[in-house]
């Protein structure tokens, strides 16, 4: 029993076998209570009948002529007097005598039930008082064969069984839908979920509904989608790595062969040295960028929240890019509060603002312009890093900060970046609580700005 739709089905039609044979079993009961309490206040009834008739007429005339409309009838009578002494009877023998003789309380006007056990006693029976000028005179023993009642419950028993037969076959073809119903998308997902599994990530189910299953399907599809931009995502990675780490290794190993076999001249051995160190930087800035990067995805880093003084800070950034501005002949403008507080990590603060600005001067022509900007809004700390440099094409915008990303490939030799730098400030803003954003037109420049939320410091 392996399959979930038997399983689900077997469930299904115990539950509701079981309720429809609870349900079915007190409408029989309250049925049958209700068709003998039915024969009983008939029977009483007609009892009364005759004890009205008798009050006014109490004789023997009129005692015959009710008995002999009781012996043409399904029913017997027994009419006597106050002492229970049987004056007339429709019934040819004494066996309902124990019935008669039973003892009784106070027995109201309306009539009394003198035997109403249907099941194991033979006949029902009721008795009505004769009161004549208020003392009671007599009484009228009504009698009915309870083979009358037995059968009109065993008639009721063959239509309660049908009834219970065709509610079985009903409950059983529901539950056939029913099940097939609810195990179909399941077994769409399983089937999803194998080919997922085979590296097949391109799957669609059904969503016919809103529900449980709609949601499933569609987180289904989801992870699929995920999954898919996953594995393309790694097989990226890996080509680029690959990449990274082919092309200074191609340089470090040719040019050194060069020096180890053909012994040039000191000033072409200087020139080869110096490529291969350059190279070797570069695989070192490389490997710096990947370990950063595996502790952000691991959060193995922490972010360490200090009090910073930002006309201190600023000033000491400042000094620090004054080498590389100078060299390229270029303007720094700085611009912030002179007393300007920011809880923040110092060392991931200065990571992000030095990775940013050296982007800008390494993408800005010699003469240009760079600008660092800093203030404050209601409860938030503004960023802002511009450049009139190169600038980024508007279809390279949504890309920008994703890992080994180049607006130009050309740009990666002459400039020297890993495509990383983006990425790693990204991170490092978000593990902040802040968020960056980016505005940029070719040929005009690009800026940067970081927001930063005060009440989350």
């Not at 509904?209 to 990675?237: C, P, V």
């Not at 700390?381 to 990303?405: S, T």
Request: glycine fraction near 6%; proline fraction near 3%; include cysteine.
């Amino acid at each position: 029993m392996k399959k979930l739709s038997i399983k689900i089905g077997i469930i299904f039609f115990c539950i509701i076998f079981g309720l429809i044979t609870f349900m079915l079993f007190l409408l029989h009961e309250a049925v049958v209570e209700n068709r003998v309490k039915e024969e009983l206040n008939a029977l009483q009834s007609r009892g009364n009948s005759h004890r009205t008739v008798l009050e006014k007429h109490f004789n023997k005339e009129i005692i015959e002529h009710v008995i002999l409309m009781e012996s043409e009838s399904n029913t017997d009578v027994v009419i006597t007097d106050e002492k229970k002494n049987i004056l007339s009877s429709s019934i040819t023998n004494h066996s309902y005598d124990k019935y008669i003789k039973k003892e009784f309380g106070d027995i109201p006007y309306k009539g009394e039930i003198a035997e109403g056990n249907w099941r194991q006693e033979p006949v029902i029976s009721t008795m009505s008082p004769i009161k004549i000028n208020g003392q009671t005179s007599g009484y009228v023993f009504m009698f009915q064969d309870t083979e009358s009642v037995h059968n009109l419950i065993q008639s009721l028993n063959k239509h309660f069984l049908l009834i219970g037969f065709i509610s079985v076959f009903i409950t059983i073809i529901i539950i056939i839908f029913l099940s097939r119903g609810i195990t179909k998308p399941l077994i769409q997902m399983k089937e999803a979920t194998s080919q997922i599994n085979k590296g097949n990530f391109a799957v669609s189910l059904p969503r016919k509904s809103a529900d449980e299953l709609g949601e499933l399907a569609t987180s289904i599809e989801t992870l699929a989608t995920d999954l898919n931009y996953l594995k393309r995502e790694r097989n990226e990675f890996l080509a680029s790595i690959s990449h990274e780490l082919r092309t200074p290794l191609t340089y470090i190993k040719g040019y050194a062969d060069i020096l180890l076999k053909q012994n040039p001249p000191t000033d072409e051995r200087e020139k080869y040295l110096a490529i291969i160190v350059t190279e070797i930087n570069r695989l070192n800035l490389l490997i710096q960028d990947l370990f950063e990067l595996a502790k952000i995805d691991k959060n193995s880093f922490v972010i360490k929240k200090e009090k910073i003084d930002l006309s201190i800070f600023l000033k000491r950034l400042e000094r620090k890019l004054k080498p590389a501005i100078t060299e390229k002949n270029m303007m720094f403008n700085v611009h912030y509060p002179s007393s300007l507080n920011l809880h923040a990590d110092p060392i991931r603060l200065e990571q992000i603002l030095l990775n940013l600005l050296d982007n800008a001067i390494k993408y800005s022509k010699t003469g240009g312009l760079v600008e660092l900007k800093v203030w404050k809004e209601k409860k938030t700390i503004h960023f802002l890093i511009r450049d009139n440099g190169k600038g980024i094409p508007e279809k390279d915008i949504p890309y920008i900060f994703n890992r080994f990303y180049r607006v130009e490939k050309s740009r990666k030799r002459s400039l020297g970046g890993t495509g990383l730098g983006l990425s790693i400030v990204q991170e490092l803003v978000h593990a902040h609580g802040a968020e960056i954003t980016l505005k940029s037109q070719e040929q005009i420049g690009t800026e940067f700005e970081i927001i930063f939320k005060e009440n989350e410091q």
